[in-house]
């Protein structure tokens, strides 16, 4: 089984992609938080994936309340993996992630030991982040070199998933990675996964409803779309980027910004 989260489809492709070339289930988190489920019972030698963009160098947030409540019944020495996808680098959101399965003991198994990722890898794909100076979506020619890359490094990645080989570490963590995560990272999701900065232009919103039908965690209402500030919002980007006519922003600096989403022109499969 495969467990992922995505906001604007990156993720959901390498997912997909994997979970196709080997025959995995794929669960989408904020579906099953949605419904409520937590509990999943393990099949002898079954294989347990995790999928992620990465948010300010760590896992969204999102995907940290979901481990916190998951419970996989039957778990003794299966092989977990993850895999988080980032825009350029993902500092140590990888040990976070680990040191957050750790803390969930309905993941320990009979002997104690914690469900961990023990094979491990980053994949580069375009850019989502759009809220803060020099943050920007990817010129088409770039978008497009990440995803060929990404395609080939995901048939690699699925022959080690498949062989369920443990202990590989394929990260691209950066330059200062524990700066990043536990000091930039930890100010920007305290402070900066935030819904009280989305504003909508009115006069441009078409009422189409796109906002609030791909906000995964049932955060937008109605149209021109109201912010529920329920504190939910995972800053995923899915609204503003989804938005057909640009008519959301997040505070002004998104109004100097392009959208994206994956496959937006149709060209990809
Ligand atoms: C809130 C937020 C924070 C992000 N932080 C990082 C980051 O720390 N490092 C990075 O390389 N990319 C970062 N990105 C870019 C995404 O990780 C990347 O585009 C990812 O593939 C998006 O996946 P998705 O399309 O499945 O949502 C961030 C994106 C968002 C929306
Ligand atoms: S409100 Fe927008 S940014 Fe927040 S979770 Fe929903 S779609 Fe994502
Ligand atoms: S996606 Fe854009 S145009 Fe459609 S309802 Fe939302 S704000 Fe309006």
Redesign the pocket.
């Known amino acids: 089984m495969i467990f992922y ?8 492709w390498v997912a997909k992609t994997i979970a196709e070339a080997i025959g995995e289930e794929l669960l989408y988190i904020p579906q099953l938080i949605k419904e409520q489920r937590y509990q999943f019972e393990l099949q002898e030698k079954e294989r347990i994936g995790f999928c992620f ?5 760590q896992p969204p947030r999102i995907v940290r309340a979901f481990i916190s409540r998951l419970v996989l019944k039957g778990y003794q020495s299966h092989f977990c993996w993850a895999l988080t ?7 140590e959101a990888m040990t976070i992630f680990n040191k957050e399965l750790a803390k969930n003991v309905a993941l320990h198994a009979d002997d104690g030991s914690p469900l961990q990722a023990e094979s491990v890898f980053s994949v580069i ?5 759009v809220c803060l100076p020099f943050m920007k979506t990817d010129p088409i020619d770039k978008e497009r070199r990440k995803i060929e890359h990404a395609r080939q490094q995901l048939q690699h990645i699925t022959g080690i998933i498949k062989d369920s080989k443990r202990g590989i570490e394929e990260l691209e963590k950066g330059g200062t990675p524990r700066l ?1 995560s536990y000091v930039i ?1 930890a100010y920007f999701n305290q402070k900066m ?1 935030t819904d009280k900065k989305f504003t909508v232009d009115e006069d441009v919103c078409t009422r189409c409803g796109k906002c609030s039908k791909v906000c995964p965690v049932d955060n937008i209402a109605g149209t021109p779309p109201t912010w529920l500030h329920n504190g939910q919002c995972t ?3 899915a609204c503003y980027h989804y938005c057909p006519v640009h008519a959301i922003n997040y505070g002004s600096i998104t109004r100097k910004r392009d959208q994206y ?2 496959n937006r022109r149709g060209d990809q499969k």
């Not at 989260?5 to 959901?12: D, E, H, Q």
């Not at 996808?85 to 500092?91: A, E, K």
């Not at 794909?125 to 982040?129: A, D, L, Q, T």
């Open positions: 989260f995505t906001g604007t489809g990156n993720t959901r963009p990465t948010h300010g160098w996808t980032c825009g350029d680098n993902m500092g794909m375009p850019e989502s982040y990043y990272g996964v800053c995923c980007l989403y994956f």
